[in-house]
């Protein structure tokens, strides 16, 4: 096969141990053909090929992203951003002008929202001096916590409180009526279910799918704020990711955006179990992995919350959150636990459980030791995402058994965005030692994969990359940065095969699929503060460009 593309004059990082290193890549029919001298890949130029001088340009792997969330970042991009605001002033006058823009809007929905974006926690009774004749909610960037005025509250129906499954709070004030916070899924579901698009977020909020199924016009909507999130993330280097919410209904409007030539990465999509279901809904997961199997959407993998997050400290700990006699509690019972895990794992799927706290990390590494001596070692690359503390004697048990440790170099607190108060908030400092740990657990035998948790995150993987390389040691604890090709490998080849992808993408050798992401620089020698700040010059996913800012490939998109 002749060429149908050609980047050349590139500084090539293959992340392919066998030829680390070229000058150019050809490709066609969606698959790379060859890696090497610019002679020799040159050569293979067919009729009417396009050839891009990169000018000595970082080439990479088009970077895997393994945990976002794409379709509720999607619908979020055209929500109110309150990143970086502080104080009510502030924060009036941005909803303000928001709910000026968008008159007809039935909920005014705000995101990034600092747990400290006021000087005390925040109440409805704040949200009320800001509007109280349309309803208004923030929701904090971990996107587990939402606080809202008691217009929304009333809307909902929930302002004198509602039954909640355990972990899921609508906190309450002394008068029996809801002060305006309301702790995971279940409890702001009602909320967001103003805006009409709560079908989307039924997948990591309840395990289940829209009903009634939602008709043409609707899927065609949705996949407006699904194609709003791919381009975002095309326009980070992006080709592949895999999509922490989710259910059956994403996949169908995937396929469909596939079968329309509109999909521009790879997506793997889990099936959530929660706490409330049965091991026989298991069926319906096994029914995802056998539907969806092909290079551009997939499933085969189930995702579990064992707990929540330190801000709110829902997060689950082995001993009490500092100043207080609570540690958080788990969303599964260990026994009953380790039978999903052995459940899961006997029908040949992989597990991505959501734990931070360090008794949730223990838990769900018992699980997955449980299903280990139940059914025997196999390849099942079973994850543990986030991992924001844990007990050292647990460490070396993540190598010992083959568990991925899922990590966001964004997140530790003074990393990116995040401020530093946190860690002040929710840990011990002689347990500093023991949090957001990335070195130490590749040192001892962890596979790594690294992502953004977009939304929750910039999905920026430069600004990521930055953090990863720049982040200061907490005091204290030891030094958990990696080197710079260790954090690369983390965003290319880790976290593709952290998703099984590696027969498919994550490194660029003949015959896998031609995902390319061309740095605006010379990434091995850029400093690593100034990361960040570079540029993506160019997008290629399966041999199809999906970001080209300056018209390099001579698409211009």
Request: net charge negative; hydrophobic share 45%; proline share 5%.
């Amino acid at each position: 096969m002749k060429a149908e593309m050609i980047i050349t004059n590139a500084k090539v990082l293959t992340m392919d141990e066998e030829r680390p290193r070229a000058e150019a890549v050809a490709f066609g029919g969606g698959r790379i053909l060859a890696v090497g001298s610019r002679e020799e890949v040159e050569a293979l130029a067919g009729p009417g090929a396009c050839v891009v001088d990169a000018g000595g340009r970082t080439l990479l792997p088009g970077f895997v992203e393994s945990h976002l969330h794409l379709v509720l970042g999607g619908n979020e991009l055209a929500q109110l951003q309150l990143g970086g605001v502080a104080g009510i002033e502030v924060l009036a006058r941005a909803f303000r002008a928001y709910a000026a823009k968008h008159p007809d809007l039935p909920l005014l929905m705000a995101q990034g929202a600092s747990y400290e974006i006021l000087d005390h926690p925040v109440t409805r009774h704040d949200l009320d001096l800001i509007l109280d004749d349309r309803p208004i909610a923030m929701m904090a960037p971990d996107h587990h916590t939402v606080w809202a005025n008691t217009a929304a509250l009333e809307a909902a129906g929930i302002l004198d409180g509602a039954p909640m499954p355990p972990g899921h709070v609508v906190v309450m004030a002394a008068d029996g009526t809801a002060t305006g916070e309301l702790l995971e899924f279940e409890a702001f579901s009602p909320v967001l279910a103003l805006t009409g698009d709560l079908h989307l977020q039924l997948g990591i909020a309840t395990g289940g799918e829209p009903e009634p199924w939602p008709d043409a016009e609707q899927r065609a909507k949705d996949k407006e704020k699904v194609a709003a999130g791919l381009a975002h993330c095309a326009r980070h280097g992006i080709t592949s990711m895999v999509n922490m919410d989710g259910n059956r209904y994403t996949c169908v409007l995937l396929k469909e955006m596939e079968a329309e030539g509109r999909l521009t990465a790879r997506v793997k999509v889990p099936f959530h179990f929660k706490p409330h279901m049965e091991l026989a809904d298991l069926d319906r997961a096994s029914a995802m992995a056998a539907e969806f199997t092909g290079d551009w959407v997939t499933s085969g993998f189930v995702k579990m919350f064992q707990d929540g997050v330190v801000d709110s400290r829902t997060a689950f700990m082995l001993h009490d959150y500092p100043g207080t006699t609570d540690r958080g509690a788990p969303l599964f019972e260990l026994e009953r636990f380790k039978a999903i895990c052995a459940e899961i794992d006997r029908r040949g799927l992989q597990i991505a459980v959501h734990a931070i706290g360090d008794g949730a990390v223990r838990q769900t590494i018992d699980g997955y030791e449980a299903a280990r001596l139940a059914n025997g070692p196999r390849d099942s690359r079973h994850r543990i995402e986030h991992i924001e503390l844990i007990d050292r004697a647990d460490v070396p048990r993540l190598g010992a058994l083959g568990i991925t440790a899922s990590v966001q170099p964004p997140h530790p607190p003074g990393a990116m965005d995040f401020p530093m108060s946190t860690m002040e908030h929710v840990f011990h400092r002689e347990r500093w030692r023991d949090a957001y740990l990335t070195k130490t657990l590749a040192d001892h035998g962890a596979a790594l994969a690294f992502a953004s948790d977009w939304p929750v995150t910039d999905v920026s993987v430069m600004r990521g990359i930055q953090a990863a390389l720049t982040r200061v040691a907490f005091a204290g604890a030891g030094d958990e940065r990696m080197d710079r090709m260790e954090v690369l490998r983390a965003y290319t080849a880790g976290g593709a095969w952290a998703a099984h992808w590696d027969g498919l993408t994550g490194r660029l050798t003949p015959g896998l699929a031609a995902d390319i992401v061309l740095i605006d620089g010379d990434i091995e020698t850029i400093p690593a503060g100034d990361l960040g700040g570079t540029g993506i010059a160019l997008t290629i996913a399966g041999g199809r460009v999906t970001h080209d800012p300056s018209g390099l490939a001579g698409t211009g998109k």
